[in-house]
């Protein structure tokens, strides 16, 4: 499965596509990365030893501005599935309409095996390695799985020392010292609390009578879960890697964040708290209102979707959702918030960041936080309108209007020469 993700994506933009009744020769365009790139990154070890690493740095479209994308480390990284992400970066850089196309990175590596300074030098020579590619005006890397403001930190630095001066601009999700925007750190979990609470009032469901689980406590779902915990919302299931937890009373989130504040890997495994071991499957199959999956793609299969008893899905992973579980979810009314608008918190205020610094004049959080808030909402309501009116799932409608705002610019820029 790991290998086909994107033939997944390839089915979206079929289907969105067909809907559209979209040109023939737009419809090709979309389904082609514009750049692939892959380099070896020679790393020095502890020890002594050379290890070689596989970079990948996937443009998949520049038509609406410059290209936009995380960076992630993780031994499952492959060309697949990072062409898989950098689309989806498209089409979320789309729906929320901000003026960028979209990209992905990634080393394939196990960070949790390797020392900071190994991290840091994998990521200082990855970053030289790609050099030829980024730029302010080419290309804007971020944050993802296992990557941080520190990482970006480092790719900063590295492309500041070769041209001479510092270039802030080059990645946003920066540390806020260096040029990083208040408020980025939180925005994707914040974007998934927003999309969250703007679906319970579209189905005139209580706040403070709603049971949440999420997987996945790392950047996204550890600030998703604790701002849906101050909203009033009942976070009754937490997973990570390492294991999950359950309480029906709910869970004490902001107890679970000390924990893996200081716990090894931020894990947490062996965390004492008053809940209750489960499996990570049975966390996915808890009886909740709403199911958060905030961890990695492939997570509600084909195999496990008829036994998910939530009847909201909001997606804070990219592509956590198969498209045979899509159809086994949508054909018992569940609702889900796709990825591309329930996740685009991220993007939206690495934007701002972007904003900020090529201004150089840096915005107070509740700034941040409220335009963060408007151009979600809006997005929100214009998909959530567009579905009804079409009669169409939430992820169908977003994608319709992603890939209607590319076809557009394609069509206005036509093919060069
Ligand atoms: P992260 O590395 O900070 O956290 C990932 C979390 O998922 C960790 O808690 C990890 O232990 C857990 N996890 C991994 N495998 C798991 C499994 N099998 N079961 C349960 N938990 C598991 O990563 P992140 O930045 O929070 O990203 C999570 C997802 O959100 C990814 O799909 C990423 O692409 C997407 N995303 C991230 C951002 C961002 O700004 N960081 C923006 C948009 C989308």
Known sequence: MKNNLFSMVLKQIDIAAKKLNLDENIHVLLKHPERELI??????????????????RVQYSSIRGPCKGGI???PDVSLDEVKSLA?????KCAVVNIPYGGAKGGIKCDPFKMSKNEIQRMTRRYTVMILPIIGPRRDIPAPDVNTDAETMGWIMDTVSMFEGR???????????GLGGSLGRREATGRGVMIATLETLKKLGRDVSDTTVAVQGFGNVGSVAANLLYSAGCKIIGISDVSGAFCNPKGLGIPDMLKYVATSKNRLLEGYQGEADDISNEELLQMDVDVLIPSALENQITKENASKVKAKII?????????????????????????????NAGGVIVSYFEWVQDIQA??????????NLNRILCKSFEEVWSFSKEKKIDMRTGAYMLAIERVAEAHKQRGIFP
């Not at 380099?39 to 990948?56: I, L, N, R, S």
């Not at 510092?166 to 806020?176: F, H």
């Not at 004049?361 to 409220?370: I, L, P, Q, S």
């Open 39 to 56: 380099v070896a990154v020679p790393v020095e070890m502890d020890d002594g030893h050379t290890e070689v690493f596989t970079g990948y």
């Open 72 to 74: 992630r480390y993780h």
């Open 87 to 91: 689309a989806w970066m498209t089409w």
């Open 166 to 176: 510092t270039v802030l601009d080059i990645v946003t999700g920066k540390p806020v």
């Open 314 to 342: 909001v997606e804070g992973a990219n592509g956590p959702t198969t498209p045979e579980a899509d159809k086994i979810l949508g054909d018992r009314g569940i609702v889900i918030v796709p990825d591309i608008l329930a």
């Open 361 to 370: 004049f840096f915005w107070d959080v509740d700034e941040v936080n409220k």
